[in-house]
């Protein structure tokens, strides 16, 4: 048998969390994940929640600062496994 870290599934206010509050339990949980320490789930429509938050309050004016691959990119680079229950 395959040894696997504990998982842990996030919420989207997790996920939000997470990402933009460091000291956070879910910001702790995504610094372990990041260690291999434990495994993070979260669903597709969480990501979606993230990118309706960053497209629309991280701007310069009117317009998004990060493209749609860079986004694409930060969703790659994150150490959670995207799942659909």
């Given at each position: 048998?395959?040894?696997?870290?504990?998982?842990?599934?996030?919420?989207?206010s997790?996920?939000v969390?997470?990402?933009?509050?460091?000291?956070s339990?879910?910001g702790?949980?995504?610094?372990?994940?990041?260690?291999?320490?434990?495994e993070?789930?979260?669903?597709?429509?969480s990501?979606?929640?993230?990118?309706?938050?960053?497209?629309?309050?991280?701007?310069d004016?009117?317009?998004?600062i990060?493209?749609?691959?860079?986004?694409?990119?930060?969703?790659?680079?994150?150490?959670?496994?995207?799942?659909?229950?």
């Amino acid at each position: 048998m395959d040894w696997r870290p504990p998982g842990y599934l996030l919420t989207t206010s997790d996920l939000v969390h997470a990402i933009f509050d460091k000291n956070s339990d879910a910001g702790k949980l995504l610094v372990k994940a990041t260690l291999g320490e434990i495994e993070l789930f979260a669903a597709p429509k969480s990501w979606n929640a993230i990118l309706w938050l960053i497209t629309n309050t991280i701007k310069d004016g009117s317009k998004p600062i990060y493209s749609g691959v860079q986004l694409g990119e930060l969703k790659a680079s994150l150490p959670i496994v995207w799942r659909a229950d």
